[in-house]
């Protein structure tokens, strides 16, 4: 494949600046990319890397500072047309064959939609529903009486136990698990009895789930993954939550049971969450805080037990300034006792 | 399915206030059971939820003020209670076939119960034993010289490798896996050789064991989980470690190597525990603490370093108060800088 | 198996203290063992367990005081004597039978070594290179397009996704994943899209690679683990990271999108590290740390955010003064107030 860079610039739609017939063959990241790759700077840590990069054309925002004799493609957002650009040179996924492969095991009361792909050593359980385009990949295993919709992406190795439904365009990476049983106990004498996890979980349109998740199913009801949530991958998502759409839920976070996360909310990576509570929406939990009650919408929470984030942050820093504040006040003592003691003797004069 | 508050009642044997006649056809949580369904309180925080609810039945405990105009069930254990009605409500689980799938690969030097029931694509390896009751899902595989008692529940794509000894009535949940080698290796200018993990795990009975958990074989010698423990997803459990009976260890939680987590000890969420230490009986580590030395019985250990859980919660409450206090310790020093100039003054007076 | 002590100890080179005739039949745990057992000191945390052990005998480093009447074995090094000592009593691991089980599925475009062992009901696509002495054991998927060198142990359950580079002396354990997508949307209003993931994963020679780790693909060029690296279970990898040589990444790490870890530094447990970061060679981030900026070679880190460790202990340690420190200075306070009020009454006589 190679393309100049105005054939580039066509499919992306911004300004070149420099030598436009110049020719490309392929896409790179700014600290590796040379000659005859295109690359882009969207990261302020890389601003450095633009003008000893060898690359053939760099693509940047209109309000960084263009690094001499260089080829540019000028873009309000460079991300986005870097993502166009390197379509150019992705090679088409490879086509994936309709149907059933002959080592799969699929239960006869399932129903796959023609244009579904069930592969290699495949298990499909009774009463489940499999739509269009959806691709359920080798050694997947589908349990009884679930639904996907249309066009998901099933990796291998993945679990998807009895009842998950789940809707159309979701991916879900190796070895994640949909639907395992909620982690809930009645102790009587130190002994515990398993509360059984009758309900269900749900996954709206849209989703994506990265390796090695984990999702319990509900109590009862449903836990409940809503429309265009993206979720990394090592989290855990307890019985009976809910994340309401957009969501980003970064890798090797933990919520707990009934926990409501919020419309379009962030928690960063290794956050825990309590259980039983309501995050606002647009609310940011930052990496490695531990949330232990709800919070109003668009909050920022930091630290564990999380905080404010303002707040955490000058507890934080004023922490570093505790030992020489001890040496101060120390010095203090020693002063007022003087003091004193100076008052002392000018009283018994 | 539908029965009568009064049929529910003679399962759960509380006391009826109400309407004792009134149908009920399923059950709902405390936020979203409507008509027809019957719910619980257990947990405060849904107190609220009590007068606005609009289940045609809820079970409270006595301590409890009941709302006016609802059906109630007076219980002593609302949760136990629950329990019990939702029983009546579930379909029976699936009966499952006995005997061995014929996707499966079995070794024929196994020793399969015929009451036991090994499915489709599921691998047992030469030596292992498998016994009545039990059930090995699609996808799941057992090593070679195995022990796997009676009416365990042997989730899909579970790993249980060589030399694993599981005794009766233990659920294993997807993507775990039991016996992958300890982390072990000695270091010689800067190169890891690894020490060789010729232990076994051992799994006592009741034990439950949730999705994506990795618990080690011991270096030599055995890593052990006692009878009735229940460990959650994710969680990590390294060489020679042993968990004695009863404990509960939440999501995420590490434990280090050769560490002893005494009987009925409670590791929270995401909580760190280094290597080599005894953890005491009746113990409580809170969430996200990291533990790096041995605890005597009934502790509660609390932070990263952990400490005694009462000073930790006063010296991070104290902290919060560190930027005031340094703005009073900045006008102190002033006072007494003023202070000690009229000293001075008036000694020179 | 029997050996004398004296036959031991021809393999390790050490020097006998006590009867070297007396026959050993197994190795155990110095909290463990007993008569016909060998077991050793490493870990000063045991040394009280010295006098105690039943064992016939003990490998002991010569600066450890020697118990009384016991059989030893002195040697400058007891983790790798007792190692040796370990191989004499290791049962030699089965054979693994070369070529292509009939359960599995493999690609007929793909080259196996005849040498390579394809246990059951593995999965090889198109293109795949698998080298001699490598073992793909049962219910493993190794992608379309990728390579793996010599001697590799991919253990159940793996799942190896397309185009994954993977070196000689390779060993992934089970429910772990090369190559799922890296974690990057572009976000407008709230809605986020995937961006593509088309990059690799390599692995290096002589790389082990604990259960239930998730390493995630570039989003293009390669996440790199190089040569030596030890990674124990739980961990996060995203994508464009760069491991160093010999790094040692300890359970449930986290390591974010495109920071690179000097060679042979050690990622202690539960740490997380932030993105586009530089760590330096020879670094240490303690356990549970959260390490937000780039680091000197060197470096030894702790807390979260991360700080200089000699800095962290000190703040951490005078966090706990804090409580009286605030009754220190609310005496002060006091006094100061006193010895104004004394001052104004002598300057007003």
């Known amino acids: 494949v190679k393309f100049t860079l105005e054939q580039i610039n066509e499919r992306i739609g911004g300004k070149i600046e420099g030598d436009g017939a110049i020719e490309i063959t392929s896409v790179g990241s700014i600290t590796d990319a040379g000659v005859g790759q295109i690359t882009f700077l969207a990261n302020p840590c890389y601003i450095r890397n633009l003008s000893t990069s060898t690359a053939s054309a760099i693509i940047i925002a209109p309000d960084i500072k263009p690094p001499k004799d260089k080829n540019l493609i000028i873009h309000e957002n460079p991300s986005i047309a870097f993502m166009k650009a390197m379509e150019l040179f992705c090679p088409a996924p490879r086509p994936v064959p309709h149907g059933i492969d002959k080592s799969a095991s699929v239960d006869p009361g399932s129903e796959i939609d023609p244009a579904a792909s069930i592969q290699a050593m495949a298990y499909v359980g009774p009463g489940t529903k499999i739509g269009a385009g959806t691709v359920v990949s080798p ?105 309401e759409k957009n969501c980003l839920v970064v890798a090797q976070c933990g ?18 969450i309590g259980g039983h509570l309501k995050i606002g929406h647009h609310s940011v939990i930052t990496a490695q805080s531990g949330l232990g009650k709800s919070i109003e919408p668009k909050s920022m929470f930091s630290g564990s037990p999380a905080r404010p984030f ?22 203090l003592e020693k002063k007022v006792k003087e003091l004193e003691e100076a008052a002392q003797v000018n009283q018994d004069t």
Do not use: M, W
């Open 310 to 331: 303002q707040q955490e942050q000058r507890a934080k820093a004023s922490v570093y300034k505790l030992p020489d504040l001890i040496k101060t006040v120390r010095a």
């Open 255 to 272: 919520i707990s049971g009934s926990t409501e996360v919020g419309e379009a909310s962030i928690l960063a990576g290794q956050a825990g």
């Open 139 to 243: 050694l997947s295993y589908i349990g009884e009486g679930c639904t996907l919709g249309q066009n998901c992406l099933i990796y291998p190795n993945v679990t998807i136990l009895d009842g998950s439904q789940i809707g159309d365009n979701v991916i879900i990476h190796s070895s994640s698990v949909i639907g395992s049983d909620g982690y809930g106990y009645i102790t009587v004498d130190d002994r515990h009895t398993k509360i059984p996890q009758n309900g269900i979980v749900v996954i709206e349109d849209d989703v994506e789930i990265g390796s090695n998740v984990s999702i319990d199913r509900a109590r009862f009801d449903k836990t409940i993954i809503k429309q265009g949530v993206k979720i990394d991958n090592l989290v855990q998502i307890a019985h009976n939550v809910t994340i």
